[in-house]
Nanobody
Framework: QAQLVESGGGLVQAGGSLRLSCAAS????????MGWFRQAPGKEREFIAT????????YYADSVKGRVIISRDNAKNTVYLQMNSLKPEDTARYYC???????????????WGQGTQVTVSS
């Protein structure tokens, strides 16, 4: 059974950094695009970043561009999200997901993890 498991969330002060990981199991995702999304209470799920299967293409939401880097290690079946200069408005539950092609649309993602909570204090 295909599974995505996020880790690395936690409580951090504004201006700090976190590195989220998403470990895949049950099947290989090396031929899938991978994405990160987040959802804060009372808000819709928001696209953060996506990376192509090879890692050669990446796209970021304007809200995080310049502060976030998505990367992947297909040998480890793992995707990462390095987040720097964190702000209180970055507080949300962060999810990784897999899609057949690079897209910012959450509806296109077929596999989802359970998420990891990121809380940024001011």
């Amino acid at each position: 059974q295909a599974q995505l498991v996020e880790s690395g969330g936690g409580l951090v002060q504004a201006g700090g950094s976190l590195r989220l990981s998403c470990a895949a199991s049950g099947r290989t995702f090396s031929n899938y695009a991978m994405g990160w999304f987040r959802q804060a209470p009372g808000k819709e799920r928001e696209f953060i970043a996506t990376i192509s299967w090879s890692g050669g293409r990446t796209y970021y939401a304007d809200s995080v561009k310049g502060r976030v880097i998505i990367s992947r290690d297909n040998a480890k079946n793992t995707v990462y999200l390095q987040m720097n200069s964190l702000k209180p408005e970055d507080t949300a539950r962060y999810y990784c997901a897999a899609a057949p092609a690079v897209t910012t649309m959450h509806q296109a993602y077929q596999y989802w993890g359970q998420g990891t909570q990121v809380t940024v204090s001011s």
